[in-house]
């Protein structure tokens, strides 16, 4: 029988699906065929096997070659199915043992000369083919350190097709693989073990910030309960400062977590190797930045934007009020639910995109509109129309609101203030409380906390407790989602200061946090 079978494994979003590759030879003019809604990278792999085994002195017979991959309704991108199609056409051709590789994954692209070539993606590959119950993986040899950080798994590293064939051939006839004969490592099988390489100490420190106490605290709050920051303020206030040491305030990623961030560096190919992202990752785009790289997408395989990149991290969007329009109102829908769905026509992908958005802003366009803004050029509607670009749904989502002003002389000789380390256990501490008390539910952080649940349910204040938000609610100065976010604040200091239900001071403060003086309530 003229019939190859491998297995391979394509992303959908940051999860991996498995493919089986199957591939026929049969008499016929001389063809390779692929099926099974390739992609155009996909399909030119056939050009890139027949001279990758030629060159390997593997040299395929001029007969027809189908090429399966199934599911065929999944659709199948990249190069990353090079060797798994290599290996079925070459088991199709009778150049190697077919059982042998029937249960195996295959990864990497083939270059012209046989050499296996790095693909981005692998952990997620890996990761995929490990729940499906698959043990042995072959992946390219400069992928290994990324692919190990899968337990469990069985990873052997290619480096040309030759010697991929040598290795299976060995495999077939229970002996030992043999050792690659250049300057690489060997071709024995490495033994994912879930290790992984420290990563550098990041040296943005909370102390570095001179002065802004209440700044400093609305960091802590933010990182405390997961809430969202909006910082107003005039040019060298340290804005931009706060908003980057902000991830040095949260605590280290949870097993979970850091599997789906480092998937996303992994796919997006920013990843060193051997490197476990524990650590909150910081995204700082450009105002200039397009929709489809904020969200997500491209012309080709969709591709996780800017908001997937901060997952479980910080999303700072500096000078906020130049972003466009159209990129600050699609942030809304991944504020509330933690995903984005990129809808193209051939698929539908979702990411994760659950982070902590912080924007920063000057008063006008200037910088120059705070305190009696004598310096100020702009017009008196352009001071109003500027902070109000960003008015409206989106900023209605964020907690905290607050101005940030210049740094007066007084505060210069005051000194360091507290060390990011220092304010990090406290946050560790607030986050502990709140794990114990929401044990068991769906959220873990004030900021996740449903409206309803907190009003009505078993942590809701008492009304005595709630008067000044029910008087502002009732003024109209706050919206129902402001209220809501103003009783998570609230929580989020209380657990601060060791837990239980607010009072009303914690909402008074809260109240400040959300600043009357900002654009929105």
């Keep these: 029988m003229n019939l190859g079978r491998t297995r391979a494994v394509v992303l959908v979003g940051i999860e991996g699906a498995l493919v089986d590759v199957e591939a026929d030879s049969s008499m016929g003019l001389p063809t390779f065929l692929i099926v099974g809604l390739p992609d155009t990278a996909c399909r030119q792999a056939a050009d890139r096997i027949r001279a990758a085994a030629a060159n390997s002195e593997l040299r395929l017979p001029d007969r027809r070659f189908v090429v399966n991959l199934s599911p065929a309704s999944l659709p199948k991108t990249g190069a990353a199915l090079d060797l798994a199609i290599g290996v079925a056409v070459l088991v199709a051709a009778r150049k190697l043992p077919g059982a042998v590789v029937a249960d195996v994954v295959h990864i990497g692209e083939l270059g012209l000369d046989g050499t296996v070539r790095p693909v981005p993606g692998v952990l997620p590959l890996v990761l995929a083919a490990a729940r499906s119950g698959v043990r042995t993986v072959v992946v390219p040899a400069a992928n290994v350190a990324e692919a190990q950080l899968v337990p469990g798994v069985q990873v052997y590293p290619a480096h040309t097709l030759g010697q991929l064939t040598a290795l299976h051939e060995a495999r077939a006839a229970d002996r030992p693989p043999p050792e690659w004969s250049g300057p690489m490592p060997g071709a024995g099988p490495v033994l994912g073990v879930g290790r992984a390489v420290p990563e550098p100490t990041p040296t943005a420190d909370l102390a570095d910030v001179v002065g802004q106490d209440e700044a400093r605290l609305a960091l802590e709050v933010a990182a405390a309960g997961g809430h969202h920051v909006f910082l107003l303020g005039p040019p060298g206030a340290g804005k ?20 789906a961030v480092t998937s996303i560096q992994s796919i997006l190919g920013a990843l060193p190797p051997g490197v476990l992202v524990r650590r909150a990752p910081f995204v700082a785009p450009h105002h200039g930045a397009s929709m489809a790289a904020v969200i997500g997408g491209g012309s080709g395989a969709v591709r996780p934007g800017l908001i997937s990149q901060a997952h479980c991290g910080v999303l700072f ?84 609101q607050l101005q940030v002003p210049a740094v007066s002389l007084a505060a210069l000789g005051r000194g360091r203030g507290e060390a990011s380390a220092v304010v990090a256990a406290r946050v560790l501490a607030a986050r502990a409380v709140q794990r114990e008390r929401y044990a068991g539910a769906p959220w873990a952080l004030n900021a996740a906390l449903p409206g309803a649940v907190l009003r009505q349910g078993r942590w809701a ?15 109209g100065t706050l919206t129902l989602r402001g209220y809501d976010r103003v009783l998570r604040l609230a929580q989020t200091l209380r657990d601060l200061a060791g837990g239980g239900p607010p009072t009303r001071d914690d909402i008074g403060q809260a109240l400040t946090l959300r600043s009357p003086g900002t654009v929105a309530a």
């Design 461 to 475: 204040p008492s009304a005595a407790v709630r008067v000044d938000l029910d008087r502002a609610l009732e003024r």
């Design 317 to 400: 969007l500096d000078e906020a009020p130049e972003f466009r329009p159209q990129v600050l109102q699609a942030l809304r829908q991944p504020l509330e639910s933690g995903t984005v769905v990129v809808a193209r026509a051939r698929a539908s992908v979702r990411f994760p995109a659950r982070f902590q958005l912080v924007m920063a802003a000057n008063p006008c366009p200037c910088g120059k509109g705070h305190g009696k803004g004598r310096e100020c050029s702009c017009s008196p509607r352009a001071r109003r129309e500027y902070p109000a670009r960003l008015a409206g749904p989106l900023l209605d989502r964020v907690d905290v």
């Design 240 to 259: 931009t400062m706060l908003a980057e040491r902000l991830p040095s305030l949260l605590p280290p990623l949870s097993a979970a977590e850091a599997l």
